[in-house]
């Protein structure tokens, strides 16, 4: 960012971290959420743990790993199990505290898309990897923080696909679909922080990063953006820079 | 004791056009790429793949022309790259039929086929268009009995109205193949680290492959049974594969290639350097063996050798190559 002495995905990993709370289970995925997880164990909760999908519970990470399969979860870990054990006992069980989500597009009611571009997901213009773990994160967490670019054509008034069900139409309708918990409560994107009001359940801007704007964020987002009441993304700390830097990601995997 | 042992090139060709099959390992880790790569080599057609998050493995036999139809919830090479390049390629072309389903759900349908039940119920997918659309159509499942009739069934508990579930079918595949650290001639396995899906989808098949790293004596492993999750009678053929997961990461032995996987994902974007890519190291390659001196030999595996107490190389250059 101009100006300043941190990047954006430093300050998006800043921001990720301060979503989790001490002693939080944490269901992660490469990237991102794995930086803002391991910033948030050597600041402010240390008894956060991490939850991978492809097998392992509170893994001590000595490296930053490039998948949720990688060696390196392994390292002091609570458990190594596989994906059953992980999705059945402590995700579907209820156990799991807050889940990370991202996607290529993201809709007012915190929905996700995956999956694919294109009015019929059978013909589609452009295709991604799918799901893997997002939809059943998105359903069985007890909160979800999403993770996204913000631009105009990846926030539109509704997603292609559903790939991750947050909200869905607002109000209840995501209980009336029969998921008994859980829903997105955060939408960190490029440009600012995105929460749902507690009724209607549709996107407000919380805050906007340090250099934009209010309008500068609804002109990039393709639905009414709510900018009330929206104040500027505290900057990152000097302490939280020197960890994500010397600690977290020092050779630089996902930082930029 | 059954001696089990087979040559790898020998027990790929038992898989005939048109096979269902599940490889184990998930995303970058622990897929059994020497069986897949003689899979290529031998020029099988129209396979029908089952999987959760499978990585280049799928990648490379759908960019060959291998695959038929695929059931899954995720094709890439997670953080190496977004979407596997040739699946991406195969569905915005109609090259290849598929089905989305969430990793969950493709789990407890391994599950259900392991323990011989027709479906399992789970909470996951409610709300989302995995369960409000499906990418086959009825009449493509109605035809193919490799492919469940019915994409997934919404019901309400019995024992409590309020309570709604979903139900995926079971999976049974004609073949599971893994590749694993350790087994013995008579088809006992040790899988060290993350077990991902791997005993659900053998114990889901007809016919289990073992490819491993090592062959370790019975005792060896019998002295610890808690530690052993497939039993030997469940297990058909062994093969003895050192890095036979290459490029991909089989912990407590070695990491994931980086070099070889940023060659990939150079080359498989486009249809002329993918078929380059399979000359040099699929076709142009008699078996594994010359497979791993045509990526670099000892030296370059030597590389990727796992640290004590660590399980993979903490030294492993992993950006700017």
Same mark, same amino acid.
């Given at each position: 960012?101009?100006?300043?002495?941190?990047?954006?995905?430093?300050?998006?990993?800043?921001?990720?971290?301060?979503?989790?709370?001490?002693?939080?289970?944490?269901?992660?995925?490469?990237?991102?959420?794995?930086?803002?997880?391991?910033?948030?164990?050597?600041?402010?909760?240390?008894?956060?743990?991490?939850?991978?999908?492809?097998?392992?519970? *509170?893994? =001590?990470?000595?490296?930053?790993?490039?998948?949720?399969?990688?060696? +390196?979860?392994?390292?002091?870990?609570?458990?190594?199990?596989?994906?059953?054990?992980?999705?059945?006992?402590?995700?579907?069980?209820?156990?799991?505290?807050?889940?990370?989500?991202?996607?290529? =597009? #993201?809709? &007012?009611?915190?929905?996700?898309?995956?999956?694919?571009?294109?009015?019929?997901? +059978?013909?589609?213009?452009? !295709?991604?990897?799918?799901?893997?773990?997002?939809?059943?994160?998105?359903?069985?967490?007890?909160?979800?923080?999403?993770?996204?670019?913000?631009?105009?054509? !990846?926030?539109?008034?509704?997603?292609?696909? #559903?790939?991750?069900?947050?909200?869905?139409?607002?109000?209840?309708?995501?209980?009336?679909?029969?998921?008994?918990?859980?829903?997105?409560?955060?939408?960190?994107?490029?440009?600012?922080?995105?929460?749902?009001?507690?009724?209607?359940?549709?996107?407000?801007?919380?805050?906007?990063?340090?250099?934009?704007?209010?309008?500068?964020? /609804?002109?990039?987002?393709?639905?009414?953006?709510?900018?009330?009441?929206?104040?500027?993304?505290?900057?990152?700390?000097?302490?939280?820079? !020197?960890?994500? +830097?010397?600690?977290?990601?020092?050779?630089?995997?996902?930082?930029? | 004791?059954?001696?089990?042992?087979?040559?790898?090139?020998?027990?790929?060709?038992?898989?005939?056009?048109?096979?269902?099959?599940?490889?184990?390992?998930?995303?970058?880790?622990?897929?059994?790429?020497?069986?897949?790569?003689?899979?290529?080599?031998?020029?099988?057609?129209?396979?029908?793949?089952?999987?959760?998050?499978?990585?280049?493995?799928?990648?490379?036999?759908?960019?060959?022309?291998?695959?038929?139809?695929?059931?899954? *919830?995720?094709?890439?090479?997670?953080?190496?790259?977004?979407?596997?390049?040739?699946? &991406?390629?195969?569905?915005?072309?109609?090259?290849?039929?598929?089905?989305?389903?969430?990793?969950?759900?493709?789990?407890?349908?391994?599950?259900?086929?392991?323990?011989?039940?027709?479906?399992?119920?789970?909470?996951?997918?409610?709300?989302?268009?995995?369960?409000?659309?499906?990418?086959?159509?009825?009449?493509?499942?109605? /035809?193919?009995?490799?492919?469940?009739?019915?994409?997934?069934?919404?019901?309400?508990?019995?024992?409590?109205?309020?309570? =709604?579930?979903?139900?995926?079918?079971?999976?049974?595949?004609?073949?599971?193949?893994?590749?694993?650290?350790?087994?013995?001639?008579?088809?006992?396995?040790?899988?060290?680290?993350?077990?991902?899906?791997?005993?659900?989808?053998?114990?889901?098949?007809?016919?289990?492959?073992?490819?491993?790293?090592?062959?370790?004596?019975?005792?060896?492993?019998?002295?610890?049974?808690? !530690?052993?999750?497939?039993?030997?009678?469940?297990?058909?053929?062994?093969?003895?594969?050192?890095?036979?997961?290459?490029?991909?990461? #089989?912990?407590?032995?070695?990491?994931?290639?980086?070099?070889?996987?940023?060659?990939?994902?150079?080359?498989?974007?486009?249809?002329?350097?993918?078929?380059?890519?399979?000359?040099?190291?699929?076709?142009?390659?008699?078996?594994?063996?010359?497979?791993? #001196?045509?990526?670099?030999?000892?030296?370059?595996?030597?590389?990727?050798?796992?640290?004590?107490?660590?399980?993979?190389?903490?030294?492993?250059?992993?950006?700017?190559?």
């Amino acid at each position: 960012m101009a100006g300043q002495d941190y990047t954006l995905t430093e300050l998006m990993a800043v921001i990720a971290a301060r979503e989790i709370k001490d002693g939080e289970i944490v269901f992660a995925g490469t990237g991102l959420p794995m930086l803002g997880v391991m910033l948030a164990q050597r600041t402010h909760a240390p008894n956060c743990c991490i939850i991978f999908e492809a097998g392992t519970a *509170a893994s =001590q990470l000595a490296h930053l790993p490039m998948s949720v399969g990688d060696p +390196r979860v392994m390292r002091e870990a609570a458990i190594a199990a596989g994906l059953n054990e992980i999705f059945s006992y402590v995700l579907q069980a209820g156990r799991v505290d807050v889940g990370f989500l991202s996607g290529a =597009q #993201v809709d &007012r009611f915190g929905n996700i898309n995956s999956t694919s571009i294109g009015p019929d997901p +059978r013909h589609p213009t452009v !295709r991604f990897s799918g799901s893997g773990g997002a939809c059943d994160i998105a359903c069985l967490a007890r909160r979800t923080i999403i993770i996204a670019l913000h631009e105009k054509r !990846r926030f539109p008034e509704k997603v292609d696909y #559903v790939t991750s069900p947050g909200w869905l139409e607002g109000g209840d309708s995501r209980q009336k679909a029969g998921l008994t918990r859980g829903g997105p409560s955060a939408v960190v994107t490029t440009m600012g922080v995105l929460r749902f009001r507690p009724d209607t359940h549709a996107t407000y801007l919380a805050s906007y990063h340090p250099g934009l704007s209010p309008q500068a964020l /609804a002109e990039a987002t393709g639905f009414p953006l709510d900018t009330e009441g929206a104040a500027e993304t505290p900057a990152p700390t000097a302490q939280e820079l !020197r960890i994500l +830097r010397e600690e977290v990601d020092p050779e630089r995997i996902f930082l930029k | 004791m059954t001696n089990k042992l087979i040559d790898l090139h020998a027990v790929a060709a038992l898989v005939p056009n048109g096979a269902t099959l599940s490889f184990g390992g998930f995303t970058t880790q622990r897929h059994p790429m020497a069986f897949v790569y003689e899979l290529v080599r031998l020029k099988r057609r129209d396979l029908y793949l089952f999987g959760h998050s499978p990585g280049g493995d799928w990648d490379i036999l759908i960019g060959a022309g291998c695959v038929k139809r695929v059931e899954l *919830a995720y094709e890439a090479d997670e953080a190496f790259n977004t979407v596997g390049p040739r699946w &991406r390629q195969a569905v915005e072309r109609g090259e290849i039929e598929w089905e989305d389903y969430s990793n969950f759900s493709m789990v407890s349908r391994f599950a259900a086929g392991a323990m011989g039940i027709p479906f399992m119920p789970i909470r996951s997918l409610l709300g989302s268009d995995l369960l409000r659309k499906q990418a086959l159509t009825d009449e493509q499942r109605a /035809a193919d009995p490799r492919t469940s009739p019915k994409k997934l069934h919404c019901m309400t508990s019995p024992f409590n109205p309020q309570d =709604q579930v979903v139900l995926v079918p079971a999976i049974h595949t004609d073949f599971a193949v893994l590749h694993v650290q350790k087994a013995t001639v008579n088809g006992t396995v040790r899988i060290e680290g993350q077990t991902f899906a791997d005993v659900q989808q053998a114990l889901c098949a007809n016919t289990v492959i073992v490819t491993a790293e090592e062959i370790v004596e019975e005792e060896a492993l019998r002295h610890e049974p808690e !530690r052993n999750l497939i039993p030997f009678f469940a297990v058909k053929y062994i093969c003895h594969v050192p890095f036979g997961s290459h490029p991909y990461a #089989v912990y407590n032995y070695y990491d994931y290639d980086p070099l070889q996987l940023k060659e990939y994902h150079e080359n498989a974007d486009g249809d002329a350097t993918f078929q380059g890519y399979l000359e040099k190291y699929v076709y142009g390659v008699k078996d594994h063996r010359e497979y791993l #001196v045509r990526v670099g030999g000892q030296a370059r595996l030597d590389q990727l050798r796992a640290a004590p107490g660590y399980g993979y190389n903490p030294e492993l250059k992993r950006r700017r190559l």
